[in-house]
């Protein structure tokens, strides 16, 4: 008998590390030699808000809310810190521009955090033909520069740059290579502007995702099981989700076939059991989960003697 699981996980410690990256790139940042005052309280702000969501990491239990919140924060201080750390720290565009600017009246460094490249535009396009450089203004212009189209040469800049970003990640190859064939299709600023904080919520959202894959096999370690293949990876662009399967096997030649995603769901098909043993397996599995805690919801379970991926791959479907 053999039976498939689909369910949904939330670690609230896999967040240390997001936190951490967040920490160092803030350093960076925090070096940056013509940060004035104003821009140096957004920093600091980043600063207490990454405080915050480790100050949630660390309580035995956070409600639903605080859940939905944490989520919500580290997509914002996220898309702020990859912003500013790649094109303040990285790239420099933002110091190439800064002779430009004449004016405290506009903090450089929120409008950068928040709309990214496109700030960048908007500013040089306000410098350029002499419009006085303020919020109003700034505010006024970039949705019609976000319209116009890119000469080809910026374009090939920011794509390069986003091409980089992707090849110094921790991203493994195979995502690589489709990240980087999406961004090299990209011909929109609207679509461009986002692309530093996008390629930095998928290298967090690996590295979360493949922590989880550690606690896994380790958990079924010490119920004799071991790695028998290489975890593949995928990039789902429809689900704009990362995917990993891999399988383990034991003694007794049971074979357990998992597929995780970035959206917190994991599925896993236990095969090659005699009788309802695999159902021990499984009770076992999601208890020494929760001892680690680990919250786990069951999704769905499908109960078959003879396994049919065609069908499996039908039934299951994840639940954001």
């Known amino acids: 008998m053999s039976h498939t699981i689909v369910l949904s996980y939330h670690d609230k410690q896999l967040y240390k590390s997001t936190c951490d990256n967040f920490t160092n790139k803030i350093k960076e940042i925090q070096k940056c030699e013509y940060i004035n005052q104003n821009e140096r309280e957004i920093v600091n702000d980043l600063e207490n808000n990454v405080q915050t969501i480790l100050n949630i990491i660390k309580r035995n239990y956070i409600s639903e809310g605080e859940k939905v ?11 702020q810190i990859a912003n500013l750390y790649n094109i303040v720290v990285k790239s420099n565009k933002l110091n190439s521009i800064i002779e430009k600017i004449n004016t405290s009246e506009i903090n450089k460094f929120d409008l950068v955090s928040k709309h990214g490249v496109l700030a960048i535009e908007t500013i040089e396009y306000l410098t350029k033909n002499n419009i006085m450089l303020t919020n109003e203004n700034f505010n006024k212009y970039i949705e019609k520069i976000g ?3 890119l000469e080809e040469e910026k374009l090939n800049e920011y794509i390069n740059n986003s091409i980089e970003q992707i090849r110094n990640s921790l ?3 195979a995502i690589k290579i489709d990240l980087i064939n999406i961004v090299r299709n990209q011909k929109d600023i609207n679509l461009i502007k986002d692309n530093f904080a996008v390629i930095e919520s998928k290298e967090n959202e690996y590295l979360r995702l493949n ?3 550690k606690k896994l096999i380790e958990t079924l370690g010490k119920q004799g099981f071991k790695i028998n293949s290489k975890s593949v990876y995928k990039f789902n662009e429809n689900e704009n989700t990362i995917e990993c399967r891999f399988n383990m096997v ?4 049971n074979t357990v076939q998992f597929k995780l995603d970035s959206n917190n769901n994991f599925s896993y098909k236990l095969g090659n059991y005699v009788g309802h ?6 009770e076992k599995l999601i208890n020494d989960l929760k001892k680690l805690n680990i919250e786990i919801e069951v999704k769905n379970i499908k109960r078959d003697y003879e396994y049919n991926e065609r069908e499996m791959e039908k039934e299951i479907t994840y639940n954001k």
């Open 250 to 253: 034991n003694s007794n030649n």
């Open 277 to 282: 043993a695999c159902e021990k397996t499984t």
């Open 211 to 213: 922590e989880f894959m």
């Open 147 to 149: 319209n116009e189209k």
């Open 69 to 79: 919140q944490l989520l919500s924060s580290v997509s914002s201080i996220e898309k």
């Open 171 to 173: 991203i493994p190859d």
